[in-house]
């Protein structure tokens, strides 16, 4: 391959840069996950930084090594979230204004963390490259410095940091699992790892929905955009020196769907209590997704963000519910009578199902004129049970009784 943005020297060296001011975060075994995948699962937890993600190490390396005339005129970056919050919170420390350009649909709790840490934000473009083009415009027009989220030496040098850490608390790892957006963390974890364990295995994980990083290496144009869980990989455009890295180092992309990300997010909060934002969750969604690739293998998987709308979260745990047939919905039609619904609370009552919410509904048109329909959500132990209270639904004084499937569909 060519000549790569930095060595593992370079890595090395700029671990001394961090010490004392970035978190040097455990990788630690997950026995839960582990039964959960098959393989032997280890999580580093990047999550523990000030900004609850990895960006602290590059962004405090590529700030510190300004010179006094660019630390006096200012830094420029553009991010729509994690990127942003890091620069912002190191700029910050080192003394350094700081302006971050975000697109304009970026959620205000993220602009509102990037500004409280002193950085003046600027809301331009729909995506994230209409905002870099704004980002290089201050960059002409004030002299200022540009912070760049992935394609930089700096960067690159302080994300592979993280590897030298996995590797001193689990040596023997087989492979390191890590999510791709432009490709700054994968590209230095790989030099780190393969310069100290060159038979380690380096797995990239991508969301379905923006195949970026793969349909650079293969010459494929698979469709890129769309709403996703995983937004801090949801990139279009990857970096020119982190294409050669990933193409060198790299063993194999993975790409994950929503629903797996959003197991793994799960996963994180309820088995390892621990806040994972989607692209955070990547690398657990993805041996979630090809748990054939992994088993029996002694996996480190890169938590690199918990950065998650609690609202979100919330969202995510009681879909997961759902699919597991722990929280499952019936529509009752009946003849609108006093004690039916008593009845109908009764009979659960006795199957061991305990209601969470009931809408009466008399104004649907596929419901007779004397008729009401009762929607009903239920908490149950598992599939066996929940299929049981159907059952028994069913048969309940003749009532017509319907399953409500995750997403509104009736059967």
Known sequence: MSKLPVTLADIQATRDVLAGQVIRTPTLPAPKL???????????????QVTNSFKDRGAYVKLSSLDEAARKTGVVTMSAGNHAQAVAYHAQRLGIPATVVMPEQTPQVKIRNTEAFGAKVVLDGETLAESQIRAQQLVEEHGLTLIHPYDDPAIISGQGTAALEMLEDAPDLEIIVVPIGGGGLISGIAIASKGLKPS????????????????????KERPKGGPTLAEGIAVKNVGTLTLPVVRGLVSEILLVSEPELERAVNAFATLQKTMAEGAGAAGLAAMLGSPERFRGKKVGIVLCGGNIDSRILASIMVRELEREHRVCAFRLTFNDQPGVLGRVATRLGELGANILEVSHGRLYLDVPAKGATLDITVETRDRAHADLVEAELAKFEGIPCRRIRPGGGVE
């Open 34 to 48: 582990s039964t959960l995948t098959g393989a032997e699962v280890w999580v580093k937890y990047e999550n523990m």
């Open 200 to 219: 380690i295995e380096i797995i990239g994980v991508e969301s379905r929905l923006y195949p970026s990083m793969i349909n650079a290496m293969t010459g």
